[in-house]
């Protein structure tokens, strides 16, 4: 009988600390929401809480910890110096938890878990679908959030842990010590032309070819418009757009249409050109203008097993399909 009620102990101590690690997870989330909104009752709406319960748990956290965390300012709130500090231990925390989920429903033979990545929009159109899906088709519990970042916000993703992964195109190497390339491609710039246009006979393009066209050009900021913009000054050539955009399908569509000339990276086009309506030609850069795309991950954060795996997949097929040296 002694034996049964030590067992008994044993296994209420550990559903003890079972509620109160999932309370402290639910605490960490709300300060985390309240942080990405700025606003407690908008944090309320996506937690699916009342404004006021919602506030009462922050006062409640921040008596315990004996700091205010949280500047009340107009309609809402921002994270002082103090919770600038308790936000990202809480991320670390949350995102422990959501690798510990994974690993649990790998050893049950059901692989599961949620892959967010930051990344340019280049890579929405055609490279990431089909890699979204051909990792899916092998492994249908595991979702997906993407989420359209380019260069240090999708760096600044990584660091506060709404991103696993980000795919960021540079024209040099990552030299930010905080995080970690895990693979990097070269990526030369194509132009991007109507099948009819009047360049459509050339292997190759100088920028300065592409300056009697009218110019469509990504906005700012665009990594891919930077480069642009520094082949113009060391080739001494105007960049003097027609139309800009943020959208490359928009991009798209209106160079379909007459003489304009877009540009793009060789990720974001299809792989198979009889399917594309448009015409794409290599754009010969000034050596050190060489764009590269990074796959990067936070340093000396262990990726749950879904990221993990996927980023494994990315990174050989880079290695299959693009210049990885």
Do not use: W
């Not at 009047?198 to 110019?215: E, G, W």
């Amino acid at each position: 009988m002694h034996f049964f009620v030590i067992i008994l102990d044993i296994l209420l101590f550990f559903a003890s600390l079972e509620i109160s690690y999932m309370r402290n997870l639910q605490i960490y989330r709300y300060v985390d929401t309240i942080s990405r909104t700025g606003s407690i009752r908008k944090a309320a709406d996506r937690l699916n809480i009342t404004s006021s319960a919602l506030n009462r748990r922050i006062l409640s956290l921040e008596d315990e910890l004996g700091f205010q965390i949280f500047e009340r300012i107009g309609n809402g709130v921002r994270l002082n110096t103090a919770g600038e500090l308790v936000v990202v231990m809480f991320r670390k925390q949350l995102a422990e938890a959501e690798r510990l989920k994974s690993q649990l429903a790998d050893l049950s033979g059901i692989r599961r878990g949620n892959v967010s990545i930051a990344c340019n929009q280049a890579l929405l159109t055609y490279f990431l679908p089909h890699q979204i899906h051909k990792y899916q088709s092998e492994f249908p519990n595991v979702t997906f959030n993407i989420m359209v970042k380019d260069g240090e916000q999708a760096m600044d993703s990584l660091r506060d842990y709404s991103a696993d992964l980000a795919l960021v195109f540079e024209f040099s190497s990552m030299k930010t010590a905080d995080l970690q390339t895990i693979c990097t491609v070269r990526q030369p710039i194509h132009a991007i032309m109507a099948k009819s246009h009047a360049l459509s006979n050339r292997a190759t393009l100088q920028f300065i070819d592409c300056q009697d066209y009218p110019l469509a050009l990504p906005g700012n900021p665009q990594s891919l418009r930077d480069i642009l913009e520094l082949t113009a000054n060391k080739t001494s050539t105007p960049l003097t757009p027609s139309l800009t955009s943020d959208d490359f399908t928009f991009l798209r569509n209106y160079v379909r249409l007459g003489e304009a000339i877009s540009f793009e990276l060789p990720i974001g086009l299809p792989s198979d050109s009889a399917n594309f309506d448009l015409l794409n030609i290599p754009l010969e850069l000034p050596d050190d203008l060489s764009g590269l795309l990074h796959l990067a991950q936070l340093r000396d954060r262990t990726l749950q097993v879904a990221a993990a795996r996927f980023a494994d997949q990315l990174s050989q097929t880079f290695f299959n399909k693009f210049d990885t040296n």
